[in-house]
């Protein structure tokens, strides 16, 4: 029942995650998205609450409910969230970068609705890289571990593991999104934790929240040493 004891074993660490999507606006009335629900990092912004966690989540618009004993804090643009984040990390212990950020934003926000009229039938927009934000972020003494996310529709592995050591991650989460119910919007994940040096872990299809309570067994245990 939901009486359940949970152990309250990340008591005294404050968890910084990020979840859902990032919008960046090419007009007042459109933007650029991406598919991301927010499920795997609420989950796991919730999990972590439950055990204890003092949790700040920085999400993206999304349909969700912010967990009980949370901290959230609204973003739409990746330099809302780099700006977020950078504040929220200087006392933290971990961060879980679980938000689906978009890789570019258009070159300028048009001040006026954009009109076809005013287009001979294409649109060109210009699009500039966004920062990276885990790979730029402060890194204060406080933190013990920074956790990423891969989403790949083809070699998943391969991709996850450059990224892990691209970004100087202590671990990343690796996540087949080519279909089958996983993955964006579903309910259950199946996910592979790769980290520096240690056996890959294989967590086969399960709800998010289980998903997230074997994520956060994970950085419980390293975290502890
Ligand atoms: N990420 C980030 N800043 C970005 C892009 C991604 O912090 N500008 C983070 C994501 O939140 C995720 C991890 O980096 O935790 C991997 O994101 P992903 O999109 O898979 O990697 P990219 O480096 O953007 O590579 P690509 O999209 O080309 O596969
Ligand atoms: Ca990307």
């Given at each position: 029942d939901s009486e359940k004891q949970v152990a309250?074993?990340?008591?005294?660490f404050k968890i910084v995650v990020t979840a859902g999507g990032t919008r960046e606006p090419i007009d007042p009335v459109r933007f650029i998205g991406n598919f991301s629900s927010g499920k795997m990092g609420y989950a796991i912004a919730n999990e972590a609450a439950q055990r204890g966690a003092k949790v700040i989540l920085i999400t993206g618009p999304t349909n969700l409910k912010v967990p009980t004993q949370v901290i959230s804090e609204s973003i739409e643009t990746v330099r809302d969230l780099q700006e977020s984040l950078n504040k929220a990390v200087t006392d933290a212990d971990v961060v879980i970068m679980a938000a689906a950020v978009s890789d570019y934003r258009p070159l300028e926000k048009a001040q006026h609705k954009l009109k076809?009229?005013?287009?001979?039938g294409n649109l060109e927009i210009k699009l500039v890289e966004n920062p990276d934000v885990i790979a730029n972020m402060k890194r204060p003494d406080t933190l013990k571990m920074v956790v990423g996310f891969a989403a790949e529709t083809d070699d998943l592995l391969d991709h996850a593991s450059t990224k892990l050591a691209k970004k100087r991650l202590d671990m990343i989460v690796a996540?087949?999104?080519?279909?089958?119910?996983?993955?964006?919007?579903?309910d259950d994940n199946a996910v592979t934790l790769l980290q520096p040096d240690k056996d890959k872990i294989v967590l086969k299809k399960q709800i998010k929240n289980s998903i997230a309570r074997e994520i956060l067994n994970v950085v419980a245990e390293k975290i502890m040493k």
């Amino acid at each position: 029942d939901s009486e359940k004891q949970v152990a309250k074993d990340l008591e005294n660490f404050k968890i910084v995650v990020t979840a859902g999507g990032t919008r960046e606006p090419i007009d007042p009335v459109r933007f650029i998205g991406n598919f991301s629900s927010g499920k795997m990092g609420y989950a796991i912004a919730n999990e972590a609450a439950q055990r204890g966690a003092k949790v700040i989540l920085i999400t993206g618009p999304t349909n969700l409910k912010v967990p009980t004993q949370v901290i959230s804090e609204s973003i739409e643009t990746v330099r809302d969230l780099q700006e977020s984040l950078n504040k929220a990390v200087t006392d933290a212990d971990v961060v879980i970068m679980a938000a689906a950020v978009s890789d570019y934003r258009p070159l300028e926000k048009a001040q006026h609705k954009l009109k076809k009229e005013n287009f001979d039938g294409n649109l060109e927009i210009k699009l500039v890289e966004n920062p990276d934000v885990i790979a730029n972020m402060k890194r204060p003494d406080t933190l013990k571990m920074v956790v990423g996310f891969a989403a790949e529709t083809d070699d998943l592995l391969d991709h996850a593991s450059t990224k892990l050591a691209k970004k100087r991650l202590d671990m990343i989460v690796a996540n087949d999104v080519s279909g089958n119910g996983i993955g964006f919007g579903a309910d259950d994940n199946a996910v592979t934790l790769l980290q520096p040096d240690k056996d890959k872990i294989v967590l086969k299809k399960q709800i998010k929240n289980s998903i997230a309570r074997e994520i956060l067994n994970v950085v419980a245990e390293k975290i502890m040493k």
